[in-house]
């Protein structure tokens, strides 16, 4: 097996620097974009109560042509 060679203090301060820019960038950008996507789930849950009552009502104008005395 061969010994591990020296890193240098430079390339460990590098690694570490890009880490924590990383988790920095990375909360900031998940702050911005949250805000967005509560927003996108509101609009689409109101979208999704209208479908399902314009589906209901379709049903019901549905079930009542098909119950005539005219068959």
Known sequence: ??????VSPLIK?????????????????YDN????AEEERR???EEKKVREEKE????QIA???ED????
Do not use: F, H
């Open 1 to 6: 097996m061969v010994p591990p060679v020296q």
């Open 68 to 71: 005539t005395i005219l068959k």
């Open 63 to 65: 079930e009542a042509s």
């Open 13 to 29: 301060t590098a690694r570490w620097s890009a880490l924590l820019v990383g988790i920095i960038y990375g909360k900031r950008r």
């Open 56 to 59: 209901r009502i379709a049903k």
């Open 43 to 45: 609009i689409e849950e």
């Open 33 to 36: 974009l949250k805000p967005i």
